[in-house]
């Protein structure tokens, strides 16, 4: 079975990943830190943009795919994850803002975050429900 939502969205976030890693070697090179993050915020802040992505990330893909795979291609579904990838986008660029605590981008990201993990948790709870499936053990005959 494909899952043309799972496989789109896991390919952009690969995309997206690599992408920010190299947004930290950039930053890394014009601050002159090999390793680490030589005490530097503005690396500290990329480091944290990408390290932030991986965090969340799988979560939202691995909800997606199941959702995807217990409710079929959905509209919705596709949407939720296009939105989540932008905020992370939008994150990333909120992160360059010093000090970053004072980013609009970097507060709607992590909103956006929290709201689609939010959304797509209770929404896979919900789903068996939804369906009238079976959640307990069967019985056994003694």
């Not at 950039?26 to 680490?36: A, F």
């Not at 991986?54 to 199941?66: A, H, K, Q, R, S």
């Not at 296009?82 to 000090?99: N, T």
Request: charged letters at 10%.
């Amino acid at each position: 079975m494909i899952l043309p939502i799972t496989l789109t969205m896991a390919g952009a976030a690969a995309l997206i990943n690599i992408w920010l890693g190299w947004r930290v070697g950039q930053k890394r090179i014009s601050q002159k830190v090999s390793i680490g993050d030589g005490g530097d915020p503005a690396v500290i802040c990329r480091m944290r943009a990408q390290a932030n992505f991986v965090e969340y990330t799988p979560f939202v893909l691995i909800l997606i795919g199941l959702i995807e795979l217990a409710d079929g291609t959905s509209l919705w579904l596709w949407a939720v994850g296009a939105i989540y990838l932008l905020a992370r986008i939008g994150h990333a660029f909120g992160m360059d803002v010093q000090p970053p605590a004072r980013s609009a981008l970097r507060g709607i990201g992590i909103l956006v975050t929290m709201l689609v993990l939010l959304g797509l948790g209770a929404y896979a709870i919900a789903l068996p429900q939804l369906h009238g499936i079976r959640t307990e053990a069967p019985q056994t005959a003694v």
